[in-house]
């Protein structure tokens, strides 16, 4: 007849840590899983940081405006071909662009930085797998009645599983998000402002994000080019 092994054998320890890990393996795993699915779709946003100006001239010849384009950011992203498309989207609202000395609007735009924000699972592949050794330690003293130091060295073995786990979905799986930051200056002439050299002058920032599973700046940088010339050549 076969013998019962004894709680606190080397067997069920053996059994109580590979229940810890293959826990804190399948949920170091989830966590990327769920990464990959929540941001599978481009997702591209645009907002102001102060509320916009808007401008309504009814004379139509004071509907010119000149126009600045200037890329202060570490990537290359077309400045004149930008430019040259706010210019159609200012035209197509009925605006003339002008030399400056001409105009009575200006926009000064600057692209201050474009760059990537990770964001990925591995905090809570690390955190699930900490909490899963957790719980599968209460379950295998319940079971198994292993002694306190079998207990805490199986779950410490299975959380750091568990966070290498995390560690290698990190590598595979990221939630990319690029932010591009413009600092954009509307102006309107008036004379009598002396002290802005005869200007009315208004400051904004526009913060646009793309955000998706494991994009890339090539797939990113058009989505953040269209929403900044969307949002500027729609200031006026």
Not at 119 to 127: E, G, V, W
Request: aromatic share 6%.
């Amino acid at each position: 007849m076969n013998q019962a092994h004894h709680p606190s054998s080397p067997w069920n320890r053996t059994l109580l840590a590979l229940s810890l890990a293959a826990g804190a393996f399948a949920l170091g795993g989830c966590a990327a899983t769920q990464t990959g699915f929540a941001h599978k779709n481009l997702v591209v946003q645009s907002v102001w940081t102060q509320p916009v100006h808007r401008f309504l001239p009814t004379d139509p010849s004071l509907k010119t405006v000149y126009v600045s384009f200037r890329n202060a950011s570490d990537k290359k992203i077309g400045s004149s071909a930008l430019e040259q498309e706010i210019d159609a989207t200012l035209t197509q609202h009925g605006y003339r662009i002008v030399p400056f000395s001409n105009a009575h609007f200006l926009i000064q735009i600057t692209v201050e930085s474009v760059g990537i924000q990770n964001k990925s699972a591995s905090n809570n592949a690390t955190q699930s797998a900490a909490g899963g050794a957790a719980v599968g330690a209460l379950a295998g003293a319940a079971l198994a009645g292993g002694s306190a130091n079998s207990r805490t060295s199986a779950a410490l073995g299975a959380a750091l599983i568990g966070s290498a786990v995390g560690l290698v979905a990190d590598a595979v799986v990221k939630n990319v998000t690029y932010t591009a930051i413009t600092d954009v200056q509307v102006g309107e002439r008036d004379p009598r402002n002396q002290a802005n050299q005869g200007w009315d002058l208004f400051h904004n920032r526009l913060v646009s994000t793309a955000n998706r599973t494991n994009l890339k700046f090539p797939e990113a940088l058009p989505t953040l080019q269209a929403q900044l010339v969307h949002n500027i050549g729609n200031l006026l």
